[in-house]
Each structure stands twice: as structure tokens, then as C-alpha cells.
């Protein structure tokens, strides 16, 4: 049985040492008990290494929204995987839209991405999702396939269901509303195939797959009662410790099922 995720990024929306701080003691404080769902922060690059001396010996998992696809070398400016190890971290973020349409991150540099994550022992959670909505469900496996095989590439396929699928289509990121339940659930099942034809059943079995893009408490029951929901990556909706705890709860509910 797959277990359930919730994470959540606050991109670069909290960036001083005091309110970060202050904000994952509280996601702590108030999740300390919850141990069926796995938890994990992505936390602004700026303020990570107070943030995981917070963290240390609590259950939430941390980790970063982006590394160099490189581990050293001569790559100004970039973030090695090697600090974020050093720091605790185990979860990596790769290949969110934002770092595709903002920074011009490409499908190749994704997969070095991936591919350094998992070869030095991490977690990454890779975010796969359609530009536009595509109800034709056959161009919208397409779109995904490439996105996915790409991001993979020679990544050895023992590894692949230690990766987090991080759903998210592009256009119900940052929105009122989330993608209907509908959509995504058909989308987790589209995803959850092309695993199973590109590598094995056993894979597609393991992997998990979660759901991003405006989820809240108010959406999250209805969005991860399908079984290949394996749980959901928040955003602003989980700002407040009180609303991810809410989410975080749901998710249990539904999952312990």
C-alpha cells in the first residue's frame, strides 16, 4: 500500500530567517503526531538551514524547489545537491512550470535533475502537467508521456517508483479553483499507465502520484478520493498551519479507507 503525501512549497513567498522559522515550528508543533502520511516543506533556498535546524527530529521532511543538475563544479550561482544533504534535506523539487516559463528549464536539464536526485539517494518530486486543458484524453497522454520519459531518460528503472509524481497541470496553477476531480483523477489514471507501459506494472503499482494547483480544505476530499490520488502538493491554501493541518487530516481520512 502506497503511502499518502502531503507536501507543500512556499516558493519565495517566505524569506526571512524569523517568519519561515516561526511558520515550519508551527506546521510541526501542530502536525507533531500525524506518522501514516508522509510530510515534507520545500522551503524558500535563502532561509533552508535554519529551517531544517527547526526541523531536526520532527516528522516533517524538507528539502529544496531546485538544484543544479550538476553536484559540483564550476556552475556560478547554482545550489548543489551536496549542501542540501549536508543540511538534512531529502526531498528535491524539479521541474515546476514556473522554473520551465520563467527560467527556461528544459526537459533534458529536468532529467539530469532527476536522474542526480535519485543517484544520490533523495527523493525527487517531479511535476509533470499539461500547459493548456486537454480534454482529448489522447493528446493529453502525449503531452505527458514526453514530459515524463523525457524527465526520466536514463534514469535506471529499479529507481523509477521512488519518485514522487507531482501532477500539476499548469493552467490551475495559482488559481480560485482547482482542476475538477474528474479531470485529475482520469489525468492520475492516464499517468499511472504510461509508468506501467514505459517500465512495469510493478512500477506503476509503486510510484506515487499526488495532485498540485490551487489545492485547499475545501477541495482536497473530493480530489484524492480516487485510488491513484496518492495525495496532494499545496501551495498559498497552506500558508496558515491550521489549513495544512485540516488538509493533512482529510488526506488521512480518505486514505485510511
Known amino acids: 500500500m502506497r503511502k499518502p503525501?502531503?507536501?507543500?512549497?512556499?516558493?519565495t513567498y517566505v524569506n526571512t530567517i524569523d517568519k519561515a522559522t516561526e511558520l515550519v515550528k508551527a506546521l510541526a508543533d501542530v502536525t507533531e503526531d500525524e506518522k501514516e502520511v508522509e510530510k515534507f516543506v520545500f522551503p524558500s533556498l535563502g532561509v533552508m538551514y535554519p529551517v531544517a535546524q527547526v526541523l531536526k527530529g520532527s516528522e516533517i521532511a524538507f528539502g529544496a524547489q531546485n538544484i543544479s543538475p550538476y553536484e559540483n563544479g564550476a556552475y556560478t550561482g547554482e545550489v548543489s545537491i551536496e549542501s542540501i544533504i549536508d543540511m538534512g534535506g531529502t526531498h528535491i523539487e524539479i521541474g515546476h512550470a514556473e522554473r520551465q516559463s520563467i527560467f527556461h528549464e528544459t526537459l533534458d536539464m529536468i532529467h539530469l535533475k532527476t536522474k542526480l536526485t535519485l543517484e544520490k539517494g533523495?527523493?525527487?518530486?517531479?511535476?509533470?502537467?499539461?500547459?493548456?486543458?486537454l480534454d482529448n484524453k489522447s493528446g493529453r497522454k502525449q503531452v505527458l508521456k514526453e514530459q515524463i520519459l523525457t524527465s526520466f531518460g536514463e534514469?535506471?528503472?529499479?529507481?523509477?517508483?521512488?519518485?514522487?509524481?507531482?501532477?500539476?497541470?499548469?493552467?490551475?496553477?495559482?488559481?480560485a479553483?482547482?482542476?475538477?476531480?474528474?479531470y485529475v483523477h482520469q489525468t492520475h489514471e492516464i499517468i499511472r499507465e504510461i509508468v506501467k507501459e514505459a517500465y512495469s506494472a510493478e512500477?506503476?503499482?509503486?510510484?506515487?502520484?499526488?495532485?498540485?494547483?490551487?489545492?485547499?480544505k475545501d477541495n482536497v476530499y473530493e480530489i484524492t478520493t480516487h485510488n491513484d490520488v496518492d495525495g496532494v502538493f499545496i501551495g498559498r491554501f497552506g500558508h496558515d498551519p491550521?489549513?495544512?493541518?485540516?488538509i493533512l487530516h482529510i488526506v488521512k481520512q480518505v486514505k485510511s479507507k
Open 242 to 246: 491550521a489549513n495544512y493541518k485540516q
Open 203 to 216: 512500477a506503476a503499482e509503486a510510484i506515487r502520484i499526488i495532485y498540485g494547483g490551487s489545492v485547499s
Open 5 to 11: 503525501v502531503v507536501g507543500i512549497s512556499y516558493k
Open 177 to 182: 479553483e482547482a482542476a475538477d476531480a474528474a
Open 155 to 175: 534514469v535506471d528503472a529499479a529507481l523509477i517508483e521512488k519518485v514522487i509524481l507531482a501532477y500539476e497541470p499548469v493552467w490551475a496553477i495559482g488559481q
Open 122 to 133: 533523495l527523493t525527487p518530486v517531479l511535476c509533470i502537467g499539461e500547459r493548456e486543458r
